[in-house]
């Protein structure tokens, strides 16, 4: 079946400038989680949703994050107010439930840059 | 705090010689233990997963992890590698945190195949 997908894989931007990133879970996965990927580094975790709902935004780094799962399935993530420092690979996962020893399904990702 | 560390950066290994990728975790409860590769590219994709029981976990690709609690590690070996098992890979421990599973990942550790 379909796996992860994130559109678009590629974003360059203008600093200050706003920008939308999507992802498509698996169909069926409740859980969906949002990583930020710095270069030479492992992801690190922004939000995760079960169902529509952000159980935990708390790896959000400021208010200029915003992430939305309006119907349960497709999230985006958005940024306000790009900075030089947002640029990053943006990796999306789903998990059947969310639970403890549930494998988490990864994305391609989504390479933001910001000039 | 749960932390994960991998040890090595990069390894650099000869083709069809064995490797071993190093993981240390912190945890004072019981722990869910992950390996993934990312190929150059690619989203990350699981290799292998430590629940419970067997120490000695088999993954795909011919990779395998042992688990050892007394030591706190997690480290990843494959007998003879492949020109083809050069990637990225993330060594991550998976925990409930405010309601929610989170992937805490290392930094990663390159591995470069040389023929």
Avoid at chain 1, 66 to 84: D, H, M, N
Avoid at chain 1, 93 to 114: C, E, H, I, K, N
Avoid at chain 2, 41 to 59: A, D, H, I, M
Avoid at chain 2, 71 to 83: A, C, E, G, M
């Amino acid at each position: 079946g379909a796996g992860v997908s994130q559109t678009p894989s590629n974003k360059v931007t203008e600093k200050g400038k706003y920008v939308e990133l999507r992802c498509d879970p698996i169909s069926g996965h409740t859980a969906l989680y949002w990583y930020r990927q710095s270069l030479g580094q492992g992801p690190e975790f922004l939000i995760y949703f079960q169902g529509t709902g952000a159980a935990d935004d708390s790896g959000l780094p400021n208010d200029r994050f915003f992430a939305v799962r309006p119907e349960g399935s497709v999230s985006t993530l958005k940024i306000q107010r790009t900075e030089r420092g947002d640029s990053a690979v943006y990796l999306c996962a789903s998990s059947p439930g969310g639970g403890l020893a549930d494998t988490q399904y990864f994305g391609p990702g989504t390479r933001l840059t910001v000039l | 705090a749960q932390s994960v560390t991998q040890l090595d950066s990069q390894v650099p290994v000869f083709e069809e010689a064995p490797v071993e990728l190093r993981c240390n975790y912190s945890s004072s409860v019981s722990v869910y233990l992950f390996w993934y590769v990312q190929y150059p590219n690619q989203g990350l994709q699981l290799l292998l997963k430590y629940l419970s029981g067997s120490t000695l976990v088999k993954g795909i690709n011919g990779f395998e992890a042992e688990f050892n609690k007394s030591q706190t590690s997690f480290h990843l070996r494959k007998p003879s590698v492949h020109i083809s098992d050069t990637a990225e890979y993330f060594c991550a421990v998976s925990k409930i945190i405010q309601g929610a599973q989170k992937l805490v990942f290392g930094q990663g550790t390159r591995l470069t195949i040389n023929p």
